[in-house]
T-cell receptor, first 111, second 118 residues
Framework: EDKVVQSPLSLVVHEGDTVTLNCSYEVTNFRSLLWYKQEKKAPTFLFMLTSSGIEKKSGRLSSILDKKELFSILNITATQTGDSAVYLCAVGGGATNKLIFGTGTLLAVQP | GAVVSQHPSRVICKSGTSVKIECRSLDFQATTMFWYRQFPKKSLMLMAT?????????EQGVEKDKFLINHASLTLSTLTVTSAHPEDSSFYIC??????????????FGPGTRLTVT
């Protein structure tokens, strides 16, 4: 059965800290891995990763994929209270054109 | 580009009534649209996948007679929650995809519809 597992489930840090969020997967016919940020609305797209070892970066956020070990990490440096959200990892693949979502990591950044 | 809208953004209805939620791709033709449901503090749960002009494919455990999906055109899909009950209260999110090369995202998400059944 295809699955996506995120860790930790929740995390509390202080402003300025660096955090690393993990996503591991077992999905047949892997196409891509995506990271989303969700506050009190629909998910906001962050990154889509398809190739191993190539870091994608946007401001203080970066992400990388390891297709051999079947995982990805999302790094956030110099965290701010506005980074508080649920971060979702999803993998495109499987038997159909679906996205398989992980349970998410709830990040709380305290002032 | 690749904007998806949903209407309404929020709806409150009485138990026993039906509610229709629209999902539109505004600037592209969506070959496939997806409907998700999200409970508080939970991840997105795929309900069904629909392709234009054909019947939707429902995920296991989703009642197709309860959640009617129509994908009438390449830019519009609708989800109708029939005979709604309080347990149907949830956040419903649609997404759309298209099969061009070099797509920067797998699916483009709408802003979601919060349904409350009283």
């Amino acid at each position: 059965e295809d699955k996506v597992v995120q860790s930790p489930l929740s995390l509390v840090v202080h402003e300025g800290d660096t955090v690393t969020l993990n996503c591991s997967y077992e999905v047949t016919n892997f196409r891509s891995l995506l990271w989303y940020k969700q506050e009190k609305k629909a998910p906001t797209f962050l990154f889509m990763l398809t190739s191993s070892g190539i870091e994608k970066k946007s401001g203080r956020l970066s992400s990388i994929l390891d297709k051999k070990e079947l995982f990805s990490i999302l790094n956030i440096t110099a965290t701010q209270t506005g980074d508080s959200a649920v971060y979702l990892c999803a993998v495109g693949g499987g038997a159909t054109n679906k996205l398989i979502f992980g349970t998410g990591t709830l990040l709380a950044v305290q002032p | 580009g690749a904007v998806v809208s949903q209407h309404p953004s929020r709806v409150i209805c009485k138990s026993g009534t039906s509610v229709k939620i629209e999902c539109r791709s505004l600037d592209f033709q969506a070959t496939t649209m997806f409907w998700y449901r999200q409970f508080p503090k939970k991840s997105l749960m795929l309900m069904a996948t629909s392709n234009e002009g054909s019947k939707a494919t429902y995920e296991q455990g989703v009642e197709k007679d309860k959640f009617l999906i129509n994908h009438a055109s390449l830019t519009l899909s609708t989800l109708t929650v029939t005979s709604a009950h309080p347990e149907d209260s949830s956040f419903y999110i649609c997404s759309a995809s298209y099969d061009y090369p070099h797509v920067d995202q797998e699916q483009y998400f709408g802003p979601g519809t919060r349904l409350t059944v009283t």
